[in-house]
């Protein structure tokens, strides 16, 4: 009889989504490890530096675990299927930036500088903001698609932003950079916040136009060469991108941006000269603006000859820069295994040395092997969403997630290649390492659209329920 259907046919109704795994304790052990390496990192600075353990030992990793919590919380309820290893990551590098801060915070070389035995107080701050920032990102935001009906208003607001530090009496000019607003007794860097909408705007676009990009009109050298029409964006882009670089002399964001839109029109259109055509204008770009603008061509000779610009500057003769050559020192001091947390030098590059040059602390005290490690960590983050970004259903969702990412590892390998001496110093903050509110902020908003992203792409479809039939024979099962 068919009330005796057995318990198997009741697991076919089911919707498929209930066992599906969610990872948030995956998520949770992950952040407790995430908590629990900068607490005794914290301890082991302090031990070097005054013998003791830190008076604030209990209250730090109280607060950078009560942050913790609060975002797996959030996620756990609004986004359960969103990646496990994104906010775990960035809890890691956002607590070990603290230690590193409050290290060299204790230097009494750095007591001169504007916020001098303040930053990690300021920059635990930040981090409370970046969280909030964050759970309203999971919490109002509550499909990623949304975002895509905000194309166009995206780029007015990223142009907005963008044309903020030049406005007089608005604008900031800090060594050299025009790249800050000040409001009251706070510094914001809009550019920052300019790279995420940005992103938008571009996933936008390229969703509507991928197809017409993509054509090519003649082969050239094993390349399909676009057509002349199509180039038009790409030739915007790159204007823009120079007169950021003309007009705040800020090679950091300039690099940024026109790399992150080559890397999303590479993979809307899956066409290899898009990425010449982009190394080709940005290295033509460079040269050009280097060749009369100041700053940067003072940049550029700090990278081609550090030590020459070290000894005119320590003799007075017009150096320009003396930190590319103390950040090399300072990795050099560390060798493989490092000095020990709180027993470098890294101070006497002075008041970039927790922002701009912080990965230089990092390379002297925990040595080659440490800095490896740190690196690592945010190849994880890039590949996480890279991988959210081929696990995402919808084009506009693969383009943001691509974008995002490859925003990130730019601004990665832009900070960390100008600190070791790849490429030009460029004045930009490594992510959540280094101290500056814009920066730790917007990397949490961003880390909280790629976990939305995610959870929509790893979110179980729900499985059709049987037939009507099967359904009677549960209702009247014994």
Do not use: C
């Amino acid at each position: 009889m068919s009330s005796t259907t057995n318990p198997s046919t009741h697991h076919t109704s089911t919707i498929g989504a209930i066992g599906a795994p969610s990872r948030r304790n995956t998520e949770l052990a992950l952040l407790v490890f995430a908590v629990l390496i900068p607490v005794f990192a914290y301890a082991n600075v302090g031990l070097a530096i005054n013998d003791e353990v830190p008076a604030g030992l209990l209250s730090y990793g109280f607060g950078l675990g009560l942050l913790a919590g609060v975002g797996h919380l959030v996620v756990r309820k609004f986004a359960p299927y969103a990646d496990p290893l994104l906010l775990p990551l960035a809890t890691l590098l956002n607590g070990l930036g603290l230690v590193a801060i409050w290290r060299l915070d204790q230097s009494e070389l750095l007591q001169d500088i504007e916020q001098a035995g303040t930053a990690a107080p300021r920059q635990l701050m930040y981090t409370a903001m970046g969280i909030a920032l964050f759970v309203a990102v999971m919490i109002f935001l509550k499909d990623h698609r949304v975002l895509q009906r905000y194309t166009y208003i995206s780029m007015l607001g990223a142009l907005f932003l963008l044309l903020l530090p030049l406005v007089p009496g608005l604008g900031k000019n800090i060594y050299g950079a025009k790249i800050w607003i000040q409001v009251g007794s706070f510094s914001i860097q809009p550019g920052e916040f300019a790279k995420i909408v940005l992103a938008i705007f571009f996933a936008g676009y390229l969703m509507v136009k991928r197809d017409a990009l993509a054509l090519a009109s003649r082969r050239f050298m094993g390349l399909y060469l676009p057509r002349g029409r199509d180039l038009g964006p790409i030739l915007v882009v790159w204007i823009v991108s120079i007169l950021i670089l003309v007009f705040e002399t800020d090679l950091g964001t300039s690099l940024l941006f026109f790399g992150m839109f080559v890397i999303m029109l590479y993979v809307a259109t899956e066409r290899t000269s898009w990425i010449v055509f982009g190394m080709l204008m940005s290295a033509v770009g460079a040269v050009g603006v280097a060749s009369f603008e100041p700053h940067i061509k003072q940049r550029v000779d700090a990278w081609l000859d550090p030590m020459k610009e070290y000894t005119l500057s320590r003799a007075g003769q017009g150096g320009h820069s003396e930190q590319a050559m103390q950040a090399l020192w300072a990795f050099g001091s560390g060798g493989t295994l490092g000095t020990g947390w709180g027993q470098g030098h890294s101070e006497l590059i002075r008041f970039a040395a927790n922002s701009d040059f912080i990965l230089a602390t990092f390379g002297e005290e925990l040595g080659l092997a440490g800095l490896m490690a740190v690196l690592l960590l945010y190849a994880l983050i890039v590949e996480r969403g890279v991988r959210t970004a081929l696990a995402a259903r919808d084009p506009f969702g693969k383009l943001l997630a691509i974008g995002l990412s490859g925003a990130f590892a730019l601004q990665v390998f832009v900070v960390a290649g100008g600190v070791m001496g790849l490429i030009p110093l460029t004045g930009m903050t490594m992510p959540f390492l280094a101290y500056g509110g814009s920066s730790v902020i917007a990397n949490w908003a961003l880390i909280g659209i790629l976990l939305r992203i995610s959870d929509t792409a790893r979110r179980p479809a729900p499985a059709a329920p049987a037939s009507p039939d099967a359904e009677m024979t549960q209702v009247v099962r014994p």
